[in-house]
């Protein structure tokens, strides 16, 4: 068996165990043993294949358990316990770590961010954009009609921020996007572990496409392919941040948020263009 293969296996059974076992905060031994590794070669092909430590990535799975806790309602407390934290203290160290904002902030879910959104023609009908002081926030599209359907869409990620519309913002964006090609600023509200798999859906180049499988492995480990699938569903930028150039495991273009119709356009459009 070649080392890649048995690498590969010993960082698919880590992954395995750090997923049922997270909330007991295993330290490096435990889930080298588990493995068959000493700690420190664990360490170095953890690392190495994953982008991260083990307990960078334990992180990254109490956090996105304590911020779906706290977008349902439960205390920062409460949130901190049953993320398997120590304390509230702990839980605030992470967010800052992983989002540079505190648990409240998340909770309050866009509270104090102002955004401009407006509509603009496009391509491919429509593009609806969220615009903050920062950058360029969220694109999504739609047919003529649905605009305050996609906004409202849009607008669910922060519905404690305040938005002003402001048509001509969007035009002008939109050239740079699309007649112009220009690169714009963009602002993206995520968890590090969605930043990554955005990321590496920039990698995709134009004209291509891959499949949600390759994708995991891109960025850590088939094992993963659920956990990118979410993150790639929660992408706020379409076509500039491209979910669209990513397929099902047959190859179907299939998990489209904006249509399965205007996913074939985009790739097709980009075939052209290429």
Not at 141 to 168: K, N
Not at 183 to 191: C, D, M, S
Request: with cysteine.
């Amino acid at each position: 068996m070649s080392t890649h293969t048995n690498d590969y296996q010993h960082v698919t059974r880590a992954l395995a165990f750090l997923d049922e076992h997270w909330k007991e905060r295993p330290d490096l031994q435990t889930i080298a043993d588990h493995v068959g590794l000493s700690a420190a070669h664990f360490h170095r092909l953890f690392s190495r294949w994953t982008g991260t430590s083990p307990k960078r990535f334990m992180d990254a799975l109490a956090h996105s358990s304590a911020r779906a806790s706290l977008l349902e309602g439960l205390s920062v407390l409460d949130a901190s316990y049953e993320a398997g934290l120590s304390s509230p203290g702990r839980l605030h160290d992470l967010f800052i770590a992983y989002e540079a904002t505190t648990p409240g902030e998340a909770k309050a879910r866009g509270q104090g961010l102002n955004f401009i959104w407006g509509v603009a023609p496009c391509p491919f009908g429509l593009a609806v954009m969220l615009i903050s002081p920062r950058g360029l926030s969220a694109l999504g599209f739609a047919d003529a009609g649905e605009e305050i359907r996609v906004f409202e869409d849009l607008r669910g990620r922060y519905p404690a921020a305040t938005f002003s519309r402001d048509d001509e913002a969007a035009v002008a964006l939109c050239a740079d996007i699309f007649k112009d090609g220009k690169p714009v600023p963009l602002a993206l509200y995520g968890t590090k572990w969605q930043r990554q798999v955005w990321r590496a859906l920039l990698a995709i180049p134009p004209g291509k496409t891959t499949r949600y499988g390759d994708l995991a492995r891109t960025v850590c480990s088939a094992k993963a392919a659920r956990a990118v699938g979410a993150a790639v569903g929660r992408n706020p930028i379409s076509w500039i941040i491209p979910c669209h150039r990513v397929l099902g495991a047959d190859g179907r273009l299939t998990g489209y948020h904006w249509g399965v119709e205007r996913k074939r356009s985009m790739l097709v459009y980009e075939a052209i263009n290429a």
